[in-house]
Nanobody, 126 residues
């Protein structure tokens, strides 16, 4: 199983970025996926998840600004990030749920995910 995250970069506060996570080596449509982020000196934290059926879940700090989606035909997950803030600066990681058919609402802790991608850096300047 391989995950390749991309789309990070430097953006001014209030701007937008779209992250992509391309997957291979697994029946993509059977698994939920998620985005986590890790800022310097901080723990990796949950950002958003999307279940195998398309249900979504977000951490409160990004609700209304970020949108997670998936394209099963192309084995790719996305994170559209709008109204970015300096506190969104972090390395963003994508991952699969560790088992198929898990709920995005229930399975949102780090232990619920595996097969982590390499991360993509998002820097938001003030």
């Amino acid at each position: 199983v391989q995950l390749q995250a991309s789309g990070g970069g430097l953006v001014q506060a209030g701007g937008s970025l779209r992250l992509s996570c391309a997957a291979s080596g697994r029946t993509f449509s059977n698994y939920g996926m998620g985005w986590f982020r890790q800022a310097p000196g901080k723990e990796r934290e949950f950002v958003a998840a999307i279940s195998w059926s398309g249900r979504t879940n977000y951490v409160d700090s990004v609700k209304g600004r970020f949108t997670i989606s998936r394209d099963n035909a192309n084995n790719t997950m996305y994170l559209q990030m709008n109204s970015l803030k300096p506190e969104d600066t972090a390395v963003y990681y994508c991952a699969f749920h560790i088992r198929p058919y898990l709920s995005a609402t229930v399975a949102r802790e780090r232990k619920d995910f595996g097969s982590w991608g390499q991360g993509t850096l998002v820097t938001v300047s003030s």
